[in-house]
């Protein structure tokens, strides 16, 4: 980002001050979109807002328009509409930002102010522990971006589990490419972003999922589901206990039915597992209880055939389940 560009902050500062249009937002969106440098600023001047702006607080409330009214008969030049603050809070978040364009230094002096991320490559479980003890687990595959400060921030692409230390003051927030926000104080849950929606379950405590400054986010408690997508909530008990599967390495049927297992034998392994039609009226009757621990594919469907009966083939990475 070039420092010297005081439009683009304006904007920024107008975003942070929750008072941008949708084109504005638009151009922010497009200039975070062209390198991970950008993202990586807006990062940091996301947590210089959150840590300066709350001491900035107004005096008295004045009325600007009628102020600008009288101003402007007495001016000859025009004043461009870009200079008219709309309010004593963008005007703060305006000043911080053209400081810091000033002493760009700053920013990589504080270690607390970068910008870290972990992925979870190659097929295996990675782990991390905060400093402020809270304990992150990816699924293979996922990847986070995390800043080590004051605001507890966490953004995730991909499907995690969260042990979150208790902090009252500082909530945690775990933010998705959907733009939905998860925050909490102090649970346990999974997260699981897709492109047009996000997936909650909570093990313990309770966690808030919309997006984010959303009056209508819900409230979710132990033992409960919630999928935030295309401005659309829904909130209902979890009915699947293997949904830690991935971490824990166990899978475990309590009289499901062979149509209800393969969806999620084919989450757990990343694999396509299709049923032949000929076979789904079938499928459906099948039920089965039994759990799996650290097995293949390959294992648990040959368990599974010489307990119900049925065949399968796999041809161009394709499972079909028949007869």
């Not at 040959?302 to 161009?316: I, M, P, S, T, V």
Request: aromatic share 8%; charged share 20%.
């Amino acid at each position: 980002m070039d420092h010297n560009d005081t439009s683009l902050y304006d904007l920024i500062a107008k975003q942070l001050s929750s008072v941008t249009t949708a084109e504005e937002n638009t151009v922010i969106e497009q200039w975070l979109e062209q390198s991970a440098e950008n993202r990586d600023t807006y990062a940091k001047l996301q947590l210089i807002w959150q840590d300066s702006v709350h001491a900035v607080k107004p005096q008295k409330q004045y009325n600007t328009a009628a102020a600008w009214e009288k101003v402007s008969h007495s001016v000859q030049a025009p004043v461009p509409l870009r200079a008219r603050f709309s309010g004593f809070k963008y005007a703060a978040a305006a000043a911080i930002l053209v400081l810091l364009s000033a002493g760009a230094w700053w920013l990589a002096s504080r270690p607390t102010l970068k910008v870290q991320e972990l992925a979870a490559n190659e097929g295996k479980i990675k782990s991390l522990e905060l400093s402020d003890k809270s304990v992150i687990t990816l699924r293979p595959g996922a990847r986070i971006k995390y800043t080590e400060g004051a605001r507890r921030l966490v953004e995730l692409e991909g499907e995690a589990y969260f042990e979150v230390a208790s902090d009252p003051a500082h909530p945690f927030v775990v933010k998705t490419p959907n733009l939905s926000f998860v925050e909490v104080l102090g649970t346990a849950f999974t997260v699981k972003t897709a492109s047009a929606h996000t997936t909650v379950i909570v093990a313990s405590g309770k966690v808030k999922l919309g997006a984010e400054n959303d009056t209508s986010a819900v409230i979710l408690s132990s033992g409960q589901k919630g999928v935030w997508g295309n401005g659309q909530m829904s909130a209902i008990s979890n009915d699947n206990p293997n949904f830690m599967a991935w971490k824990t390495g166990i899978l475990q049927f309590n009289d499901q039915s062979l149509v209800e297992i393969l969806p999620q034998l084919a989450d757990f392994y990343g694999k396509d597992i299709r049923i032949d039609e000929s076979y789904r009226a079938t499928a459906t009757q099948q039920k089965a209880t039994i759990s799996f621990h650290d097995q293949s594919c390959d294992e648990v469907l040959h368990e599974l055939q010489l307990l119900l009966g049925f065949n399968y083939k796999e041809e161009d990475g394709i499972i079909v389940i028949g007869r």
